[in-house]
Structure formats: structure tokens, C-alpha cells
């Protein structure tokens, strides 16, 4: 029994030695197994290398193991095991279940097992005690000597999860982590190493399992050869955590330590550190680079540097790019084959999307070297789903997260058709499983139109659809509600995942990706079904006899498919490593692409600490459990791992970083690349940041034709025209053109640059296709399209619609409360009263009424549809009865009186359309409602006043009105003025146009004030808005009790009798009114004649920093951008009264 330590740096051929030692063992005579041991992760790649280096009769005598397959070999010689293995699934499945079934003893974690991500992170830590040998009891005996209450108990609550773990899992399966204590157990019956020579490689730690296995295998082997990777052994046994090589220096003196307890003798070591290493010898930079990047003090390399590169890039994007670029470089002009080639980084989760979208659009093979999660899957989202439609009682989200994977028999057009509709009623809960067919309106409102018979044949469709989906998901939820055993529920879900025919759609789905060449997907599919049996199965067994209800079912299904990954075999031979810096090794490696080189990525940053911190890891270290390293004692390992990364080629090395995020949030460059940068002086960085379009630069962008198309895309876009393009971008462009394949595709994309984002003009016929002949139309459409013309085509040309959600919207609850308003005022006249007698008893008992009859004879009337919503008209019938008092009170005031309220221009109206003769001499019907009419009888004529209520804050501006911003109330005073004056056969004159809030204020007081003078603050902020006739009689007329500020409207008289200043933009003169009343008039036979042309063009107003862009629903459709040629807003300058006055009158003058 003999040690022998075979050290040198990394790449100084360690393994190489290995094999060779192996090579002339194999040689002699000798009958001695030879046992060549390494991490699990390499020992099928170790296996190739030794086949490669010996030939194939190196599997005669010698075999290569890993401690896992060792286990696996020992077993079967002398016996062990007798239960099945738990997977990782089944592990984290099982700790839930504890969990739940002992949260209340738990005094920490009680509530922890559905925090995401927890019971994987417990499930590591029981990993990680067991490669340490502490078991449950060690655990509690341990907690006694605690002195830190918050340590003692969170101690308490692992050990009662950990031997509850324990005790449930021994009954029928056995964990992988306890191989290696059975193995230490049977070692001893074991004749594997007796004998034999053993070679132990790759390995610079050791759990202390693997250290009790080395124990024994050192006592009963021949000799054990072990690798160090290192620059020397540590003679003096004082180790220096400040070391690159203190992880392999300490793993030494651990060995050192079992020899010497065992009387094992120390051979001679070999020293492998000549220079320049085996690895580098046709590289003096890279072997230069291994001997100094973490030396102190380091040597500058003189020459220049031709196998190490660096790149930095603007993004992840163009990094990856490049990468691409430089990879096809190396195979096209120096012969390297993608098999030679790796690309590595500390960020894979970060890289993998891009390197898989631009590495295929380079046709580059590639395998990423990572098992794959499972849980987002669609046939686990399928499963996760159904379960969670019970569990959340129907919810949207769960039922069309089912749905939309693909996998039900519902296609998306009608997934699509019965979404809306579900949308649009605020369909859930047993609303779905009813036996009575939907009748909800596919356009609900608070009127009762009668149903079309095409909305009729689409509920129609709309039923037959909601059965097709429920059925199977009914039939499953009752065989799995109530309480059942893991099987049952099992069992259910197997048999519905059965009737949908799941397993022949994932078989039709891998002809697809084979058809596709989705290897990858191929793969993952290939197992998908296999894995979700294998978990079906462990649930079965993990939770036996046990009942748990759908809910914890589910969590328990979900907690273990977050765990299962799928293990990819690479699909083919010559294809290029994309790995981890965690995963990646091999001695093939010629060429070495290190990506995200950043601070922070590459060395990587350490992950959180865990469940237990590393002050609490120190407690415990203290009172006499080791555990594994603390973050600070794996930052240092961090360093030696970055170093074995740097050191794997042995031709070329490519460092890259990105300085920004695609976010375009700053990143920094690791302290690798300042470090490489002092070392060799001459290395030169590439950059794409600024492109300086040099013949060489344009040649190396040149690819693959269509990784080269899209750059070609770039260059024109930037060129604008051939003529400008480089004589090398030139020439691409000709090789495209000149093939049918891709000149067609040129085509398309050079007319896109000569796009420009207007609209243009409608001809004749189409417009009258859109809106007939003898045009009618609303005045409030009409201030629309003077908002923006395609806007108004977008929603009342092509009737676009976004879609309809079951929420109260702004438009909604206006047009509720302005009908409950209405209702009122007809309420008053069939009980006899006017507003004069009204009181706050009276409102409140008729808006109670009133609110509550409109929302029962509301089919599917959202405000019974929650609690919430009852709630929320409970605050509408406040502000409802608030405006009363208000609207109240302000008639009360003055002697105009209401005489109408809800008052149409119609053709079956209150008032015929409002007729406005065109220049061509066609007329256009205007429609419209005034929300209230009041008037004043006087010797010179009536007085008309309109008030138009508002939900928000509508204020009137005049350099609106001169827009064609605010025509409704003008448009409507000039109506009536007309209609009525012929009515009454009197005089008809202007008193004003008003806005009125319809709202319930909150204000601000000092808490003294009386209940009246808080009534009058309240009635003050209710102040109405717009426009008077500037006559303090009529002004007097609306508000007798005008003290200076009216308390109701938007004016303010002084002790004299005469208007402020400063309210005399809310004041017109008759003849200004006139005037108005005539600019309204051209302005709409301006919209309408614009309108009839067929101009829909892009040209939303601004306003100060105000636009209709902001709330419009149809920006995604006009992609209106001001910086584009073509798009730009219609600027509204903001004017003084008189300076719009004048505007107004110089344009009348013209009409």
C-alpha cells in the first residue's frame, strides 16, 4: 500500500501522465485491476480519452469510475441495495410533504414549504449533510450546546425535517447520497482493489464521504496515484488561503493526513511543471498566460500575441455576433473543426437564448452542455393547469394557461373566440360548470337591445366550445376532489391525461421537430413522458396511503417537476461545447471562447448563503459539525476555478465582454481583462462600438449568407442607397440581387426603407363605402377627427375594437351616471315635484331606487358581479346623491329653470339632426344629446343655457373650440337658438355653455368649520366651467347670491356691479357669441369636407405636453414617432383671450 501525488499546473499533462502510466501497466503481464477514478461528469469523456490515447484494449484491464459508478460496481459484486433510488423530484416532493404535514411543530419554517424555491434549497442542505456524515441524530445532539435562540430553533425545525426525510424515505427507496456510506460499508467485502492500481484525476476537493472511500481504498489498493493540480506540494503543511492553489494545497494535506493515520507509505512524487507546459507547447502566450495571470508579481509577455484575443462589445447581442464571426474564422482559414472548439461562460441562463439564435442563424452546430428544466414544458404546464382550474375555482388565468398549450383539441381561432367572450363577462367559478347555456350579451351595455342573430349564432358556437373544454376537465376534477391517497390521485391524472390523447400528441409533435431539425426539442420530448410517470410514480409511493386534498396535489406535482431535469445527449459528433464555467472540462479543447468576461460573471460572484448563514455555519463549525465551505471560503476557489477556465485550450483563447446590458444598463469588464492587459502590453481588443467601416472590418462581418444578408440589411439602412455602400458591401449586395432565392427578399426589404409612415389619402369610393352618402354623424366623432384623422378612421372607418374586458371603464361609469341622472329628472316630473322642493332625503331615497332598478334589469351587470364592485356602487350612489344636492342648489339659486334633460338631435329626437350644407352642396346630419337645458324668460326674448355633465375634468378653452377641439356645446347652443325660436315664436338669445363634474370632493379643512361652511366649500369646488354671456343681469339671473366669486359659476363681480379681469375669458358678448356660433359652423364643414376627401392623415394634436397619444388605444397601429419623416404633431401654441378672439374673427371674415 503506497500514495503517490502527480502534481504540475494545469495543463502540465497530469492525465496524460495518467494514461500513459495506465499504457505501460497494460504492457506487463501483470493481472492487477487498474482503476482510473473521476468526477461523475467526465467520466464518460475520460473513457474516450483513454480509448484514444491506448486504443480499444484499454477496457480490458482497465476501467474508469466515478464514485457513483463505483457504488453501482461494488453493489453488484457483494450486494447493497434493496430499495429503488428517489430521484431529486422525488426528494423535494417528499420534504414538502413534510412540511405541510409538520408545520405546526415547526417554528421557523412553518410557512416556508410554498416560498418558491425553498424546498429545493432544503433539499441541498440534506444533501449536503450527508456528503458531510451528519446525520439527524448528530443534528439534534449538536443543538444542545447552541447557544443563539434564532440558530436553536431554525436547528430544531431541520433536524425534525431531516429525520422525518430519513424515516419516510427508508421505507421504500434509498437516497444517492447514501451510496457512498453503503459503499463504505461494503468496501470491506469488496476484492475490486485489492491489488489494483488506482489513478484518481480531476478532483481538487473532496466531500468527507469521498474522503472515508479514499481511506479505505488507499488501505487496500497496490498504490493510488493522485493529481494535484498545482505548482508544488506543500512541504512545511502551512497553507495560505491567499494561494491560487490553496483548494488542491489543502485537499493534499487532508490526504497526507489519512496516510499517515494508516501507515501508508509515500512514493516519490512526480513533478510535471517543465516549461512550457505539455498543454501550451505550441503556444508561448498561452503558457506564459498560465504561469502569470494570478502571479505576484507577474512578467510582461514582450512579443506580440496572436493565440489570445479580446473583444468588447456594445451588448450580450453583438458580443455573441462576433463570436459567431471569429468561430467560422477559425474553421474556414485555419482548419479547426466546430468538435475543437468551446465557448464558455459564468452566466449560461444569461447567453443561452442568443448563442441558440445566432448560432443557428450561422449555421454554426453547437451543444449546450446543461440539463434541462421540465416545468415549463407544455405538457407540465397542461397538468400544472388543470389541477390549478379546480384549485382557483375556474380562474381565467388557469383555465386558458391550459389551453393555450397547445395540447387540448380546441383550436387557437376558438381558444380565441371564447377567451374574448370570457373576457368581455367576467366569466369564472361555476359559471363554467353550470348545465344551463351561457346567455351572457357578447356586448354587454346598460341598454336592452334585443340580441342579433349573428351574436345569437356565435353564443351559440360560444356554448359548444365551453362544453367541449369542461367536459374532460369536470370528469377529471371529480375523480381527484375531496381527499384521496397519492395513488387515486395518480391514477386520475394518468387516465386524464390518457382520454386527451396526450402521449400520441407528443409523439406527432417529435415527427415535427425532426421534420424542423429541433434536435434539441426532439430530445426533450422524447423524455417528457417517461419523466412525468417516473413522478407519478415516486408520488405514489412517497405519499402512499396518505390522503391529501387537489391543492396539495398539486403543489406537490409542481415542487417535484421543478427539480426533474432532463439529461441531452449531444446529437452529433462535430459540433461546437457551449458549457459553464462550472461544468467544462476537457482535454480536446484547442480553442476556448470565453464570453460575459464582467465583473461580477467571470470570476463569478457567490450565490445567497442559504438557510444557513455563514455566521451561523461558523456557530456550528464551533460546536463541532463541519459543513461545506461559507461564501468567503469559496470566493477564494472561485479564483482557482477562473484559472483551470483560462487554462483548458491549448491553441486559442477569446475573451469577450459586453459593456452594456441589453437594457442598456452599464457593465463592468472583470479583473481578468485588466490583468491580461497588463501582462501582455501588445494584446490587442477588438471593438465593435464604433465601426470604422475599414475594407478589412467590412470582410470579416462576411459569413454565412444569411448571417451576412442581415448585416448587408444593416449597411443599406445606413447608406440609404447602393451608391454609398463600401466596394466590399457592394459586391455583397450584387451576389444577392443576382440569385432568385434572395433577390425577391431584397426587393421587399428596399421598399421598407423608402416606407414612410403616412396615411394617405382615401379615394372617393372607398370613403362612401365607409361612410355612406348623406352622412350622419356625432359632433363629439367630429372633435375626434380634429383630434387625429386616423384615429377617427381607426375606430369609426374600419370599426377596430380593442377587446372587451369585464372592468368598469371611464366611458362606462359616465354613461351609467348620466342615465341615472336622466332617470332622476323624469323621476321628478311622474311624482309631481320639481327642483325646488327637492331635499337630500329625496335624493337619497330616489338614487337608491334608482341605481339599484338600472343594475337588476342589466343582463350580467358587473356591478353585482363581486363584492368589490357592490362596494364601488355603494361610492357612486354617494357621488350621485352629492351632485344632486349640488346641481340642486345651484337651480335654487338662479331663475333659469331645466326644461329637458337628455336631449337628442336625431331623426327620431327631441330635435331633427342638426343639417350642415357642404360647399358641393351635400349635407351632413349631426346627432347629439345635450345633457341639460335650462332658459330664462325676459322681455327681450329666452335665454338659453346648455350644461353638459362631465365624470372628469373637462374645462373650456377657447383655443380648443378654435381647433375643433370643443364644438358640442356651440354646435347644440346653435341649434336651439334656431329650433327653439321657431318652437316658441319668441326671440331666442345666447346665456352661456357650461360643464358641470359629476363628483363627491374631498376637501381640505382645518376641522372648526361648520357643517354648512363645509357644505359651501364643497359647492365651490362643484363650480361649473365655460363659457357666459357677458351681462351681469343674466350673470345675477344664474346666481342671485353672487358675493364677488360666484360659489357656482366660473365669474366674479366687484362691489360696483362690474366683472374682474381675470374672469373675463369666461365672458362673451352677444355679438362674440355670434361670431363663435359662425367660426362652429365653418369648422364643421371644414372636418366634414376634410373627412369626405379621404384625408386620414397621422396628425394627432399637442398641446403643451398633452396629446391624444397617451390614451389612445391605437398607437400600435399607426406607430406614430415625431423623429420619423412624415409624423409630426399639429402644435396647438397656447394664446391669450384676446389673441384667440382675434384668430377667430379674422378667420370668419374669410369663411
Known sequence: MSLRFIYGRSGSGKSYYCFEDIKKKLKK???????????????????????????????????????????????NEVGGIIHQHINESGKSMLIYKIMQEHAYRLKIFNKAATREGFVSTMSELITEFKRYNISPEILYGANDTIQDQNLQWKMEDISLIYSQFEENLHKKYIDSEDDLSLLLERLDKSKLFYNAEV?????????????????????????????????????????????????????????????????????????????PCYRFKESKELSHMEQNIFAYPYRIFKGDTEDICMFKALNKYSEIEDTARDILKLVRDRGYRFKDIAVVTGDLDGYENLIRAIFDEHSILYFIDKKREIV??????????SIEVIVKRWSYEAVFRYLKTGLTDISRKDIDLIENYVLANGIRGKKWTTEEPWSYRIKYSFSGDEISEAEQESLNKINELRFKIAKPLMEFHENIKGKKTGKEMCHAL???LIKLNIEEKTQALIQVFKEENLLDKVNEYRQIWDAIVDIMDQIAEVINEDKIDSEVFGRILKSGFEEYELGLIPPAIDQILVSSVQRIRSHDI???????????????????????????????RENGLELAKDTKSLAFEEQFLTYITLTIMSKYLRLSYPIASLEGKSLRPSIVISRMKRIFPQLCEKSNIIAKHTEEEDIEMISTPKATFNELISE?????????????WLDVYRWYRDRDKWNRKLNTILQGFSYSNDAEILDTQKVRKLYGHNMSISVSRLEKYASCPFAYFVKYGLNAKDRKVYKLTSPDLGSFMHEILDNFTKYLGEKNLSWENADKSLYETAIGNLVDEKIQSTPGAIFNSSPRYEHMTRGIKKILIRTLEVIGEQIKRGDFKPQGSELSFNFNGDFPPISVELHSGEKVNLIGRVDRLDTLKEEEGTYIRIIDYKSGNKKFSLIDVYYGLQLQLLVYLDALLTDLE?????????????????????????????????????????????LLLEDVDIIKAMDRQIDKYSDILPVALSSKGEFYKNVMGSLATK????????????????????MLEGNISIKPYKKKESTPCGFCEYSPICQFDSSLDGNSYKNIQEKSTDEVWEMIKKDITTF
Not at 415549463?376 to 393547469?385: A, H, Q, R, W, Y
Not at 355679438?1071 to 364643414?1085: G, N, Q, S
Open 29 to 75: 503481464d501483470e493481472e492487477h485491476p487498474l482503476i482510473l477514478l473521476v468526477p461523475e461528469q467526465f467520466s464518460f469523456q475520460t473513457e474516450k480519452n483513454l480509448i484514444h490515447y491506448i486504443g480499444e484494449n484499454a477496457m480490458e484491464r482497465a476501467r474508469v469510475l466515478s464514485f457513483k459508478r463505483l457504488a453501482q460496481v461494488v453493489f
Open 199 to 275: 489513478w484518481i484525476d480531476e478532483f481538487f476537493d473532496y466531500t468527507p464521504q469521498q474522503y472515508n472511500i479514499l481511506e479505505k481504498i488507499m488501505n487496500q489498493a497496490k498504490r493510488v496515484n493522485i493529481t494535484l493540480a498545482t505548482n508544488s506540494l506543500n512541504e512545511t503543511r502551512a497553507i495560505d488561503n491567499l494561494d491560487l492553489f490553496y483548494p488542491t494545497k489543502s485537499t493534499e494535506d487532508k490526504i497526507l493526513k489519512i496516510a499517515e493515520r494508516n501507515n501508508i507509505s509515500f512514493d516519490k512524487p512526480i513533478a510535471l511543471n517543465c516549461s
Open 376 to 385: 415549463s414544458n407544455p405538457l407540465i404546464v397542461l397538468i400544472l393547469s
Open 494 to 496: 394518468y387516465d386524464f
Open 590 to 620: 484547442k480553442a476556448l471562447y470565453i464570453v460575459g468576461v464582467n465583473d461580477g460573471v467571470f470570476p463569478g460572484a457567490i450565490a445567497d448563503e442559504g438557510i444557513l448563514t455563514d455566521l451561523e455555519r461558523e456557530s456550528l
Open 716 to 728: 443599406l439602412r445606413g447608406s440609404s442607397e447602393e451608391i454609398n455602400l463600401s466596394k466590399v
Open 982 to 1026: 321657431e318652437e316658441i315664436k319668441n326671440n331666442t338669445l345666447p346665456a352661456g355653455v357650461l360643464y358641470f363634474k359629476i363628483d363627491d370632493p374631498i376637501v381640505k379643512g382645518t376641522g372648526k368649520e361648520t357643517y354648512e361652511e363645509i357644505e359651501k366649500k364643497i359647492l365651490s369646488r362643484l363650480k361649473m366651467n365655460g
Open 1071 to 1090: 355679438e362674440e357669441f355670434d361670431i363663435l356660433r359662425a367660426y362652429v359652423k365653418k369648422t364643421i364643414v371644414n372636418l366634414c369636407e376634410e
